[in-house]
């Protein structure tokens, strides 16, 4: 099954660029890696999503190393309101059943 | 559209007793998930349906757990009997289509089992 790990938590100052790295060693051939942001007591919300190399829309980039086995979450300039709580989603299909796996979350905390 | 629907979003119950939460997915979406978040095992799909009907169901935790989905716009998740362990929040949410497809979450429900 495959298996995701991130980074439990970070801390960053406003306008900085963070980076978040997701390592996935067996993911679903053909699927997308997908990032999530979470809010305290709300439910997650997509991010970004790729297949391989970069992907770029108007709050973050992804880059997908050619081995797959592991993705990394840009955030530009982050603001106070970046606070959250970032997963990466990848799915498996070892076991014949497609299934939905779920990293263990990076908590971000900007300061001012 | 309102977006995905939960209810209640607060429960709480004894031990015990049968906890039903709800879920109406976008108007549309062909799947649907229940996840459980809890601070030791963070997000966990516990079942997902298409079209209506129970794809993986492996992350229900036993057999005090059920999930239905009777409808395209609608579904319930069963606890019976709740235990103090089962305490959580619990995720409805729906995509479009499977795989590669963005899920878009409900608000949640927090469940407190005393």
């Known amino acids: 099954l495959a298996k995701t790990t991130q980074p439990i938590s970070m801390d960053s100052y406003e306008g900085q660029e963070v980076n978040i790295t997701c390592s996935h060693n067996n993911i679903a051939t053909n699927d997308y890696i997908t990032w999530y942001q979470q809010f305290p007591s709300q439910g997650p919300r997509f991010i970004i999503q790729?297949?391989?190399t970069k992907v770029t829309n108007e709050v973050a980039s992804l880059f997908i190393p050619a081995d797959r086995k592991s993705s990394t979450l840009s955030l530009p300039r982050v603001s106070l309101s970046d606070t959250a709580v970032y997963y990466c989603?990848?799915?498996?299909?070892?076991?014949?059943?497609?299934?939905?796996?779920f990293g263990t979350g990076t908590r971000l905390k900007v300061l001012a | 559209d309102a977006g995905v629907i939960q209810s209640p979003r607060h429960e709480v119950t004894e031990m015990g007793q049968e906890v039903t939460l709800r879920c109406k997915p976008i108007?549309?979406?062909?799947?649907l998930f229940w996840y459980r978040q809890t601070m030791m095992r963070g997000l966990e799909l516990l079942i997902y349906f298409n079209n209506n009907v129970p794809i993986d169901d492996s992350g229900m935790p036993e057999d005090r757990f059920s999930a239905k989905m009777p409808n395209a716009s609608f579904s319930t998740l069963k606890i019976q009997p709740s235990e103090p362990r089962d305490s959580a929040v619990y995720f409805c949410?729906?995509?479009?289509?499977?795989?590669?497809?963005?899920?878009?979450f409900g608000p949640g429900t927090r469940l407190t089992v005393l």
């Open positions: 949410a729906s995509s479009l289509a499977g795989t590669n497809n963005e899920q878009f």
């Open positions: 790729g297949y391989k």
């Open positions: 989603l990848v799915g498996d299909r070892d076991s014949g059943t497609y299934k939905y796996i």
């Open positions: 108007s549309g979406h062909d799947y």
